[in-house]
């Protein structure tokens, strides 16, 4: 009795340690406030709680809990009526949710210390009912183990690595376990079992697998796992090609919560992005391709508000009419009244005249629809063409300053609609492969001709603008010929006025924040644009703040509930990612009265592939902000500091064309309009990507194969030894005995025509050794259960179970090892 009690004693020790192992591993990657000691506990706990269930005083005791519980939910459903269940079962969904919540990597603090225990409570006794069961009930070493490696390559292959002591720790169990399952194997072939210690050889293995363990723990080893780039570098190529090749992203509207980041409407948290391949990309340099704009900042994220109701002015259209006029009402408040004097302003190589300007070719420079040389070449008209790959969306990638048509989609199959901040939409998701190409404008950011042109910008241009106008024509109207002057001009009011109303529309969508906002936030932006005279300059001062005084981190956790997400991350989280830095620039653009709006998408990696193209990932998802400046239009601009430079693009500025045309836009373009597409069927597949199946891609498809034909086969096993455990003794002897004959077939000993069961029986003894039950004895106990229907207790059922695993041994041992791996391992006969 001592014996098994100590028998027992170490059995829970290898146990806990085996939990433990299992909750570290899989707690450690959820980064929730819980320490080792905790999980130790956690692992003790529910240990103990099945020794206690297992017992006749503790299994009243839990049965009488579970009749309480659910008593007590039977009465709340009586009481509160069967349509308000969902109130009654209110607790339990909470818990359902926070274990999701959990589990999925998203805690924050919002999150109970009670709901949090409860929940790993919960999960620690999933844990540990099968290591009880397999360990101390019934002791198989196959079932104890096997689920623990699948464990821990599981976790390594979704997080590319493993908690080491929670590894050590599995391994130390391994080792013993398998000591132990030898140890019995080798005493059931003994007659006389009592003659034997079992507990003794156990002990004596316990500290000889722990100092193995610690001996090889002592090893210095490098920081990073064993490395074989031949081998690592094919199991990832076939891994992503198996991914990319039959996992698809799918939802209708995009938005960074689909591609592993925080939903927009509830900043912040973890981010879990993947190398799914979403976009293939050709373009002339790394572009920002924009998905989704919000509006609308709310405190804890951004939503976009329906403007349906309004007529608001098409956004894309106005901003190129901007871009084609705008810029002209600067320049003349500068003094400058054609495009050589603004050519020399921008390359700085002379001073502005101030000359005298002849009336009709005043009218013609504001009237023109050209531009000067240096313009055109900072703004260069550039073709990009994007293909969808592991994606189906209702959702187009397009720049900012882009043109239609947008070309390459079946307009028969599609039809598109741009809603009013200018991003594209189709009627239906866009099947995967499709291909679209189109035109835009590719800013040359990071240039001083570019950073001169847009300073030029500041609140109130176009109404001084308009005055100026308003002035010249009372002069011309005195005039005896000014009829003609007076209309012309009357035109080019017009147009101004047109934008100077959309910029009052901008200024009231795009410079609003919440009445709650700390007051600290606003002072901050204050603060920080104080020195600064252009809207362009105080942009540029609150984008370098951020850059430089806050950590990018992908790893963050979210911000408690009652704080301002901005609020946050300026003063308390000061770590992020590009959420983070696009809301605090949107935000402080705001609070100084500058327009701007909340930007998602894709930003283009930083090397292109061998043909000249981009492959765009989940990992290339990014948000930034766009901002709107007077008489220009609206600009990016990228706070994120490894993002910093990425918008920059170079033009030679040192020979240019005058007078270059702005290309032809569509003036007459209505909202809500369906877009109509060209199909170009000529360029159809021409960017697909088809990966070739090479030798080794076939043999790691029969891999995958034969591993998802073991793990059937084990559940198959697992299915049938639960089976033969609930249903009645005699059915059981029954399908034991039919079993029993095809393991022996396995082997080759198959029955002869017109040999009894009993002569075959005998011919098997003669064959094999057993060491407590014989096949005749089987065969009398089939034969009394079959003709005679006899009872069978559970002793005897027992015995006939462990004669069944013995000749299942002794025949396996018999076969060659292909043949028992292809039999007993895949295909189903074990």
Not at 175 to 204: C, G, N, P, T, W
Request: hydrophobic share 40%; net charge neutral; proline share 3%.
């Amino acid at each position: 009795m001592k014996k098994r009690y100590i028998d027992y004693l170490i059995l829970s020790f290898v146990g806990i340690l085996y939990t433990f192992s299992v909750i570290k591993a899989t707690l450690i990657t959820m980064r929730i406030p819980i320490e080792g000691w905790h999980m130790l506990l956690f692992a003790t706990g529910v240990i103990l709680f099945y020794y206690l269930v297992y017992t006749k005083a503790g299994r009243i005791v839990f049965l009488c809990s579970c009749a309480v519980a659910i008593g007590y939910t039977v009465y709340k459903v009586l009481i509160n009526g069967i349509t308000n269940i969902s109130m009654t079962l209110a607790p339990l969904s909470r818990l359902i949710y926070v274990a999701i919540q959990v589990g999925t990597g998203y805690y924050d603090e919002t999150i109970s210390d009670l709901s949090l225990m409860i929940c790993i409570s919960v999960f620690s006794l999933f844990v540990a009912f099968p290591v009880y069961y397999f360990l101390v009930k019934k002791f198989s070493f196959y079932f104890l183990i096997t689920p623990g490696v699948a464990f821990f390559m599981i976790v390594y292959g979704i997080n590319r690595q493993v908690d080491k002591l929670s590894f050590y720790i599995f391994i130390t169990v391994a080792i013993v376990s398998y000591i132990r399952h030898i140890f019995l194997s080798s005493l059931s072939k003994k007659q006389d079992s009592e003659q034997a210690s079992r507990v003794s050889m156990f002990i004596y293995f316990v500290p000889i697998a722990l100092l193995v363990v610690l001996f090889s723990a002592t090893i210095p080893v490098k920081d990073y796992p064993i490395e074989w780039p031949w081998l690592d570098e094919k199991i990832n190529k076939v891994w992503w090609d198996l991914k990319e090749r039959y996992t698809v992203d799918r939802y209708d509207e995009f938005s960074l919560a689909k591609t592993g980041f925080g939903d927009p409407s509830r900043l912040g948290g973890p981010v879990h992005a993947d190398n799914t391949s979403i976009l293939l990309v050709t373009a002339p340099t790394r572009v920002y391709l924009r998905g989704a704009v919000y509006d609308e900042y709310t405190g804890s994220g951004w939503v976009l508000t329906d403007k349906s109701q309004e007529d608001y002015f098409e956004d894309r259209v106005y901003d190129q009419r901007e871009f084609t006029y705008g810029w002209k009402a600067a320049a003349v408040e500068l003094g400058i009244y054609n495009l050589d004097e603004f050519e020399e302003y921008l390359l700085d190589t002379n001073k502005i005249h101030n000359e005298n300007v002849d009336q009709e070719e005043y009218i013609a420079f504001l009237r023109n629809q050209t531009k000067p040389g240096v313009l055109a070449l900072l703004f260069p008209e550039k073709e990009i063409t994007v293909q969808h790959l592991n994606i189906r969306t209702m959702s187009l990638f397009t720049p900012l300053k882009m043109f239609l048509p947008i070309k390459g989609l079946y307009s028969e199959a599609y039809r598109l609609n741009e809603d009013s901040e200018g991003i594209f939409r189709a009627d239906k998701r866009l099947r995967k492969d499709s291909k679209y190409y189109f035109n835009y404008l590719q800013p040359a950011y990071g240039m001083k001709a570019m950073e001169k042109f847009l300073r030029l910008s500041e609140e109130g241009i176009y109404d001084r603008f308009n005055n100026k106008i308003n002035l010249l024509i009372e002069k011309v109207e005195q005039e005896d010929d000014g009829y003609k002057l007076k209309q012309a001009l009357l035109n080019v009011v017009n147009t101004y006025e047109m934008l100077g109303n959309r910029r009052d529309e901008i200024y009231q969508l795009y410079t609003n924040i919440p009445e709650q906002i700390p007051e600290r936030v606003v002072e901050l932006a204050k603060e920080i644009t104080a020195s600064h005279s252009s809207t362009y300059d105080k942009v540029k001062s609150l984008e370098d703040y951020l850059r430089k005084n806050y950590e990018y981190n992908l790893y963050t956790n979210y911000p408690p509930e009652e704080q301002d997400f901005v609020d946050y991350f300026l003063f308390d989280g000061k770590e992020g990612y590009c959420s983070y830095f696009a809301s605090s620039l949107c935000v402080m653009t705001r609070a100084v009265g500058i327009p701007s709006r909340y930007v998602e998408g894709f930003i283009l990696p930083k090397e292109k592939d061998r043909y000249s193209r981009y492959l765009v990932t989940n990992q290339n998802a990014h948000a930034w902000a766009e901002v709107y400046l007077e008489g220009i239009g609206w600009i990016t601009f990228e706070a994120t500091p490894p993002m910093a430079g990425a918008l920059n693009y170079y033009v030679t500025l040192s020979t240019y064309d005058t007078n270059l045309a702005i290309p032809e836009y569509i003036e007459d373009f209505e909202e809500d309009s369906v877009i109509q597409n060209d199909f170009i069927p000529d360029i159809d597949g021409e960017y697909t990507v088809r990966k070739k199946i090479t030798l080794g891609t076939i043999l790691i498809y029969i891999s995958v194969l034969i591993i998802l034909m073991f793990i059937m086969n084990l559940l198959f096993m697992l299915a049938r030894w639960i089976v033969l455990h609930i249903i009645s003794p005699q059915k059981s002897v029954k399908l034991l005995y039919r079993y029993t004959v095809s393991l022996l077939k396995q082997a080759g000993s198959n029955m002869e025509i017109g040999q009894t069961p009993m002569d075959y029986a005998r011919a098997v003894d003669e064959r094999y050794t057993f060491s407590k039950y014989d096949m005749c004895t089987m065969v009398k106990i089939y034969y009394s259960v079959r003709f005679g229907s006899h009872d069978i207790d559970k002793e005897k059922l027992k015995s006939v179970f462990s004669f069944v695993s013995e000749v299942k041994a002794n025949t396996g041992r018999s076969m060659y090892l292909l043949k028992r791996v292809l039999y007993r391992c895949l295909l189903f006969k074990g």
